[in-house]
Structures are given as C-alpha cells and as structure tokens.
C-alpha cells in the first residue's frame, strides 16, 4: 500500500496570506490528524478527523481550520500567516478513530512564512 | 502541562553499544507509543505499549512501562549508524481529549 502523503512538501509564503494543505491518507484508513511541529514548541496536535467529521480539536487558534472529504483525503488552511506559523506540518493516518492504535505519518510540509 | 518529558534530551554513543532513553509523563494513560523521526521529515511509528503491558519487544528494540512511576524507556540494542535520529514517545491519556500528547524527544547520534 502506498504511504500517507502530503502535498506540497515545502511552501513559501508571506505573512497576511493564507494556505492550503492536503494528506492523502492511506488507502482504507479512515482517520486524519495534524500536528504542527516547531523547535520551540515540539510536536503539537491540531486536530482529527474520522469520516469528514472533526472528532478533536488542539488549541490552535481559529485561523486554523480543517477538513475531511469522503474519499478521506484532508486539508488544512491556515487564514492571515503569521511568522509564528512557520513549521513542519504533519499529518497521521490510522484504520480507527481515536489513538489506541499506531499513527501513519506522512513526511511533511514545510511552511516557511516571511 | 500534559506533555511528557524525555530524559536525555540528546544522546551520542559508539556504533554497537546500547541506547536507553526515558520518557516521563503526569497522569494516567492508556498507551503510550514511541517514534522515531530522521532529520525533520515524517514520524515512523516504532512500538506500542498498553497501560496493562510491562515490556514489550520489537527486533533490537525494548520498551518498559512503569505506570506506577509513570515513565517507559526505550532501549535499542546494538546500535548502527542508521538509528540516528530523534526519539519521541507519545500518550494518550484516560479520561481526555483522545490524542496523542508527544514528548520533547531525544536526539541520538551513532557514531561509527
């Protein structure tokens, strides 16, 4: 099976603009989460989400937004880019909801906001 | 915080020798995974370990569980330059936001 993937793997943009992510989840999993990863505050989760519904959100503010399609694939948006923004942005697929079984991450997308 | 706390937060030993790494953690939970990561690219899951396990293995890999001190280890076995990368465990708490709450991690170096 293929892997989680992510597009685009690396992105410039400039502050005030807004982005759009996307994860294709593995073929059949039905779970997608994503976290934001930055040197100064690790690893940090974003939100889920199970059968285009968000199951659970991360405090992150409102310019933060997600969704879920019925073939599963995911996208996330971030509105107004603010420096603080700049990060690695991974998303995870799993067969289940919830968290009591492995995650499958993609490699990232590498925001960089100037 | 939730988060957990690993201890060393980086470590480098010869090719072959043996890596152990900690993580510690505040409330209960009901698993606690580990990952590795290489150089800022994606999360590889590495091993599982429920609240009612107290060790499991994976090839060269060791986990412990002690949910009483609330901490696990990580131990790897006849290291090879290829392990270098960062270690992260991850929980998922009872009672909470279902999630996975990841530590700070530990960045290992082989040296050959």
């Known amino acids: 099976k293929a892997g989680v993937t992510q597009t685009p793997r690396y992105l410039i943009k400039t502050r005030g603009q807004q982005v759009t992510l996307s994860c294709s989840p593995i073929?059949?999993?039905?779970?997608v989460s994503w976290y934001q990863q930055t040197p100064g505050q690790g690893l940090q989760f974003l939100f889920e989400y199970f059968s285009e519904t968000q199951r659970n959100k991360g405090n992150f503010p409102g310019r933060f937004s997600g969704r879920q399609f019925s073939n599963s694939r995911s996208e996330m948006n971030v509105s107004t880019l603010e420096l603080g923004d700049s990060a690695l942005y991974l998303c995870?697929?799993?067969?289940?909801?919830?968290?009591?079984?492995?995650?499958?991450f993609g490699p990232g997308t590498r925001l960089t906001v100037l | 915080s939730q988060q957990g706390e690993e201890d060393p937060q980086a470590l480098s030993i010869q090719e072959g020798e043996n890596a152990t790494m900690n993580c510690s953690y505040k409330t209960s939970i009901n698993n606690l995974q580990w990952y590795r990561q290489n150089s800022g690219r994606g999360l590889v899951h590495l091993i599982l370990i429920r609240s009612n396990e107290r060790e499991k293995h994976s090839g060269r890999l060791r986990v412990t569980l002690d949910t009483s001190k609330k901490s696990s280890s990580l131990l790897i076995t006849a290291s090879r330059a290829a392990d270098t990368a960062s270690y992260f465990c991850?929980?998922?708490?009872?009672?909470?936001?279902?999630?996975?709450?990841f530590g700070t991690g530990t960045r290992l170096t082989i040296i050959p």
């Open positions: 073929s059949g999993h039905r779970s």
């Open positions: 991850a929980t998922v708490f009872l009672g909470g936001n279902e999630k996975l709450t």
């Open positions: 995870a697929s799993s067969l289940a909801g919830g968290y009591l079984v492995e995650q499958f």
